[in-house]
């Protein structure tokens, strides 16, 4: 008898859970494009450092310099590649929350859950801003062209998460009744 009710309590956990899908997808959206930002900015940061050290050394080859300037040409693609992981998340997650099966009930919940995820997408773009204004990534970040995608994307963090939330919340609730 016991055991049944801690199978339960169990389940209702899970239940809650399982419902708040949409909040851990929007959640792992908001880090990943976190994560791919700090990325790019120090990856070029490195690169410009590391340049710097093989002109100013011995080590300076023409075949040095030649894979230096092929790679310097690159940023600006993956600073573009920054809008396509944006957009193909986007989409994936409207289409995964088509398939969260949920009752109107938790709406309450969710859009609590929902303006914490807007706040932490706020709290992450001040943090990339200050990474990036920091003078010594300035420097480097500015040379062979800004990150002008990138910083834009993380400039509108809680905008962009603000509007992926309502596009999600729709799709979510707007299925017909016999979902």
């Known amino acids: 008898m016991k055991k049944r009710n801690k199978r339960k309590k169990k389940s209702k956990m ?3 859970i399982k419902n708040n899908k949409q909040i851990m997808a929007i959640a792992v ?11 790019l900015v120090i990856a070029k940061h490195l ?17 040095s310099e030649k894979v230096f300037d092929d790679m310097a040409v690159s940023f600006p693609i993956f600073d573009g590649a920054m809008a396509f992981v944006l957009i193909g998340l986007t989409i994936g ?6 398939f969260i ?24 773009s ?5 990474v990036v204004t920091n003078t010594e990534l300035t420097e480097t970040i ?13 400039d509108k ?4 998460c603000a509007i992926v939330v309502f596009l999600s919340t729709v799709v979510m609730y707007a299925k017909g009744g016999g979902e």
Do not use: C
């Open 14 to 16: 899970f239940k809650f």
């Open 29 to 39: 959206l908001i880090i990943t494009l976190l994560s791919i930002a700090l990325t």
């Open 47 to 63: 690169f410009y450092q590391i340049g710097d050290a093989f002109e100013d050394g011995e080590l300076s080859t023409p075949e």
């Open 93 to 98: 997650l409207v289409i995964t929350s088509f």
């Open 101 to 124: 099966k949920t009752h109107p009930i938790f709406m309450v919940i969710n859009i609590v859950g929902l303006i914490f995820l807007v706040f932490l997408a706020a709290v992450l």
């Open 126 to 130: 001040n943090f990339f801003n200050e």
């Open 142 to 154: 500015s040379r062979g062209g800004e990150l002008s995608g990138t910083k834009f994307i993380m």
């Open 157 to 160: 963090l809680p905008w962009i």
